[in-house]
């Protein structure tokens, strides 16, 4: 390849990137909802067809197929609620014990920081009459975000349904648009494509299922009852983003309260938890999940931290395996194939160097 034509091939991927990154941007509250029908549709889709081959009706197969998803969502929710009821019957019995606790850190604040209690007083009594002058605000902005999140829970089914019923439509569209040189190899890679985002379920399995056992042992190390059942639950609630995780250990951080005599246990719990958390974040699903896609660690980080900036929380979760896909398109593109050399994991890129 020429100089110019690799400056030619670097600057359209230049272009690509940037009027990309806009396009996601700006319009992230119709792919949002689209692409996590799409994740959900391609998931789906090996179940769909094994009915349809037994002989039932494809609407019947998509409706049986969602239903499957819905029971493990709402599974996730009741979870939710069982851990908030147990942890408001057990809020009396921790405000008794948070009293003289607070009294004990305020005194403490007193003597080793130079914080007079008055001050302190004063300090949080300003800090509840401004919460209270934001609470139109603060309840405005709730109610916003959970009917955009309901809504969006509609339309994912939705979208979901309509990719598994007009599949046929959609591959056309991909055989029109596709050129001639690259058309022969669409069906292999729609397969390649649908095997990646099982890895990519796969992964997220044995992700949470590592962090389970590592919230466990901790719960276990500290004498929490229950450990196990409190381990694996909180890793699950961690699906959910940001407020599973603060629900879920409410409830370990409450019964290590009240069983044990220091505040040291529910602390050590709260310590444990936040470092589990960063192992998860920052090891645990990058390495894990990227073994799984075949996509270097490096790249995956860099999904999450693109995926947050451009569409928040979703695109944390979904841009993980758009770059295992997008790996698995470029491989068929000789002339932007360079981009894998940042994409592909250092032991995928051996394999092929053994065997052509």
């Known amino acids: 390849m020429t100089n110019s034509a690799h400056n030619h091939s670097i600057l359209r991927v230049l272009q690509v990137i940037f009027f990309g990154s806009a396009i996601l941007y700006f319009g992230r509250e119709l792919f949002v909802p689209i692409s996590y029908g799409l994740l959900i549709a391609i998931v789906l889709y090996p179940v769909c067809k094994w009915l349809e081959k037994k002989g039932w009706p494809r609407s019947l197969a998509i409706t049986a197929s969602l239903l499957i998803v819905f029971v493990l969502f709402s599974t996730l929710i009741a979870l939710m609620i069982v851990q908030v009821n147990v942890f408001r019957q057990d809020l009396p019995q921790l405000l008794t014990k948070l009293k003289p606790s607070l009294a004990e850190l305020q005194q403490w604040a007193a003597d080793n920081l130079g914080f007079s209690i008055p001050s302190q007083d004063e300090w949080w009594q300003n800090q509840t009459r401004n919460f209270g002058n934001n609470a139109g605000n603060i309840l405005q902005t709730t109610l916003s975000a959970t009917a955009s999140t309901f809504f969006m829970l509609f339309l994912v089914p ?3 349904a309509l990719f598994l019923y007009s599949r046929q439509v959609f591959v056309r569209f991909l055989q029109k648009i596709t050129g001639s040189s690259y058309r022969s190899q669409l069906s292999s890679l729609l397969s390649e494509v649908i095997h990646t985002y099982h890895n990519f379920i ?4 044995l992700v949470y299922l590592i962090v389970g056992i590592l919230n466990s042992v901790g719960l276990l190390v500290l004498g929490v009852p229950h450990a196990i059942l409190f381990g694996m639950l909180t890793a699950i609630m961690t699906i959910i983003p940001y407020i599973g995780i603060v629900l879920s250990s409410l409830l370990p951080i409450s ?14 719990v709260v310590a444990w938890f ?11 699903f990058p390495k894990i999940v990227a073994t799984q896609l075949k996509v270097s660690t490096w790249a995956t980080l860099v999904a999450i931290l693109a995926g947050g900036i451009l569409w928040g929380v979703s695109g944390m979760i979904l841009f993980i395996p758009f770059v295992g896909i997008m790996k698995t398109v470029l491989d068929r593109i000789p002339e932007w194939n360079f981009i894998n050399i940042l994409l592909e994991r250092e032991d995928s890129r051996k394999t092929k160097s053994r065997n052509p």
């Open 274 to 284: 936040a470092f589990v958390q960063y192992l998860e974040a920052n090891v645990i």
């Open 158 to 160: 939705v979208f979901a």
């Open 202 to 205: 796969k992964g997220m399995i």
């Open 255 to 268: 019964i290590a309260w009240i069983t044990k005599d220091s505040i040291w246990y529910p602390l050590g």
